[in-house]
């Protein structure tokens, strides 16, 4: 299974740009990457998903390199309302299905 | 976007009652859908892969007699958690895997089962 490492908190101020960077040395070829949000006792919500150079929506962009052993999630301007825990998943096939392994995401604040 | 739902939210039950959750995904056929267990201040992890029609697969050091997966139709799954005890209470959150129009094929997660057994 594809495994990713993030960092563990991060703290930002109200207006900031936040970026968060996860590894991934391990994806494979087809794996794509998602981010997700999880505020407390909610399920994750889905942010964004890509599988080579940069992908944005209305909340958020993904820029993934070339090698695409890592990825950063940018979140522009940031509010109260984004801190929350943000979790970076590797797609891996198992017998046909696609299962997420959570890490242990990160844990971001955000300071008025 | 895609909603999946949960019922119910919040469950409270006695020690070696079973308590039933159900997932429905609300605008997409779910072929797959996945139940995850998170406890506090913890990661999600996942417990089973539930699959239409068949029997689920369960992960490593998941009792499949004790966390029973039905998925009977193309949009709901059920986990019942049979003869609960304490050490069950958890929160638990289902998945289903579809496709919304402009995205790639992702997971849509419920909004989860919060499950305290006294």
């Given at each position: 299974l594809a495994k990713t490492t993030q960092p563990v908190s991060m703290d930002s101020y109200e207006g900031q740009e936040v970026n968060i960077t996860c590894s991934h040395?391990?994806?494979?070829?087809?794996d794509y990457i998602t981010w997700y949000q999880q505020f407390p006792s909610q399920g994750p919500r889905f942010i964004i998903q890509g599988y080579k150079t940069k992908v944005t929506n209305e909340v958020a962009s993904l820029f993934i390199p070339a090698d695409r052993k890592s990825s950063t999630l940018s979140l522009p301007?940031?509010?109260?309302?984004?801190t929350a825990v943000y979790y970076c998943l590797v797609g891996d096939e198992v017998g046909g299905n696609e299962k997420l392994t959570f890490g242990t995401g990160t844990r971001l604040t955000i300071i008025p | 976007g895609a909603v999946v739902s949960q019922h119910p939210s919040r469950v409270i039950c006695k020690s070696g009652t079973s308590v039933k959750i159900e997932c429905r995904s609300l605008d997409f056929q779910a072929t797959t859908m996945f139940w995850y267990r998170q406890f506090p201040k913890q990661s999600l992890m996942l417990m089973a892969t539930s699959n239409e029609g068949s029997k689920a697969t369960y992960e490593q050091g998941v009792e499949k007699d004790k966390f029973l997966i039905n998925h009977?139709?193309?949009t709901l799954s059920t986990l019942t958690v049979t003869?609960?005890?304490?050490?069950?209470s958890s929160f638990y959150i289902c998945s289903a895997r579809g496709w919304l129009a402009g995205a790639t094929d992702t997971q849509y997660f419920g909004p989860g089962t919060r499950l305290t057994v006294l």
């Open positions: 040395n391990n994806i494979a070829t087809n301007r940031v509010s109260l309302s984004d | 009977a139709s193309l003869s609960a005890h304490p050490e069950d």
